[in-house]
């Protein structure tokens, strides 16, 4: 409220001098006259404005606490520079108007470019120190350049998609998970829920593959315990950084988008280049347990995807079943394959060979190499 009433006492003041001066070559009734509506008038607008710029500024406040170094740098200069430029705009009125009037309103107009100057400054903060060659001090690089790199969140983590891109030479760029997504898939790996047990289980497994593969997989250290919601933090580490997100969650897509960042929805893309299989193809798969209807048997696919075998109840337990595909289904999960024992093996033989998932009975794994003194570390502050 302090802004507000300092605003409005400048209008004020700028109201009455007007006033004055416009009843001055009357009467002094009207001198007094002219002042005591021109306080009013002023007193009325004042608020109204004043509380509209305190607004636009308590907007502004929210995210003062994401706002990096550089940005911050950039705000105040800016906003250095819009004050002498609305202090030089004031010149010609203190030289050509001759009224008391001149100084409040020379006194606004240097406010409001002064706090123009600064949320455009935030705005375009890295434009801002790039230009004034400053980048390297206040917004240096992240080591490893952003580039390609790609910020991974849970979603997308525990999916095979980024092992099958890391297998074939498509992350040039590397990955960047933040700590607190790899604290959430040990969370969830050591959880009751099997499905998101095994899910997140293999999505740390997946991480220390690509390690493996020489894929550069780097820790974003800072948690940003200051956003409370973890979808925003993610996209404001991504935002912070420079970087692609990926994910496969509509949720975080939308929420990129809202804030101007770079997303790729893996799914869609998994659709496209993963083919479905085509009903009557045969394939092979061990038979490990009931499925959710009666006499349903269930297996996985050698790439995790579940094949659900109808009347196949009498052979869980049994090795390289021959079965024939009825339909395909995509799912969160992966591809939902529905189909029947072959009733006499396809004169070609089946096209695809499967097995089970590896073992979800292991321990969660507790140290995965994601440690300061074997990779370089992300700062996002």
């Known amino acids: 409220m302090l802004f507000v009433e300092f605003f409005r006492l400048i209008l004020v003041l700028a109201g009455a001098l007007a006033g004055y001066e416009i009843g001055h070559p009357h009467s002094s009734t009207g001198q007094i006259v002219g002042l005591v509506l021109g306080a009013l008038v002023a007193y009325v607008v004042g608020g109204v404005l004043g509380r509209y710029v305190r607004h636009q500024g308590v907007r502004a406040a929210e995210r003062f606490n994401r706002i990096p170094p550089g940005e911050l ?23 050509l108007v001759h009224s008391p009037v001149v100084w409040p309103a ?10 123009v100057g600064f949320q455009v400054g935030l705005t375009k903060g890295r434009q801002v120190v790039a230009a004034a060659g400053l980048g390297r001090i206040l917004a240096p690089p992240a080591e490893p350049p952003p580039g390609y ?9 525990m999916t095979p998609y980024l092992l099958v891109l890391g297998r074939y030479g498509l992350l040039v760029g590397g ?7 790899v604290d959430q898939l040990r969370t969830m790996a050591a959880g009751p829920d099997p499905v998101s047990s095994r899910r997140a289980r293999r999505g740390l497994e997946r991480l220390q593959v690509l390690r493996d593969l020489n894929v550069s997989v780097h820790v974003a250290e800072n948690e940003l315990p200051e956003i409370e919601d973890l979808t925003e933090r993610l996209v404001e580490v991504a935002r912070r950084l420079g970087l692609r997100l990926v994910t496969c969650s509509g949720q975080v897509k939308e ?22 299989h085509m009903p009557g193809e045969q394939l092979v798969v061990d038979l490990i347990k009931e499925g959710n209807q009666p006499r349903q048997a269930a297996g996985y696919l050698a790439d995790g995807d579940l094949v659900v075998v109808n009347d196949a109840a009498h052979m869980i337990g049994r090795e390289n079943v021959v079965v024939e595909v009825l339909s395909t289904r995509r799912t969160t999960q992966g ?12 004169p070609a033989g089946p096209i695809l060979s499967a097995g089970p998932p590896a073992a979800s009975a292991t321990p969660p794994p507790t140290d995965l190499g994601f440690s300061a003194d074997r990779h370089e570390q992300i700062s996002v502050d």
């Open 255 to 276: 929420a990129a988008k809202r804030r101007g960042v770079p997303v790729t929805d893996l799914r869609p893309l998994a659709s496209d280049l993963t083919p479905d």
């Open 106 to 115: 020379s006194a606004a107009i240097a406010l409001v470019t002064t706090f």
């Open 73 to 95: 740098f950039a705000g105040t200069l800016t906003g250095i520079a819009t004050f002498l430029l609305g202090a030089a705009l004031s010149v010609p009125l203190l030289v």
């Open 149 to 157: 790199a790609l910020l991974v969140d849970t979603s997308a983590a």
């Open 175 to 181: 990955l960047v998970v933040p700590r607190f997504v």
């Open 335 to 346: 591809l939902l394959v529905f189909a029947k024992l072959a009733d006499r093996p396809s």
